[in-house]
């Protein structure tokens, strides 16, 4: 699964985004 390392970076930056706005 490749894909994963390309979408957890997009994961973590998401989830950082979301704590910012909370």
Known sequence: ???LTY???L???I???I???G
């Open 1 to 3: 699964m490749r894909n």
């Open 7 to 9: 979408s957890a970076p």
């Open 11 to 13: 994961y973590v930056n």
């Open 15 to 17: 989830t950082k985004t």
């Open 19 to 21: 704590i910012k706005k």
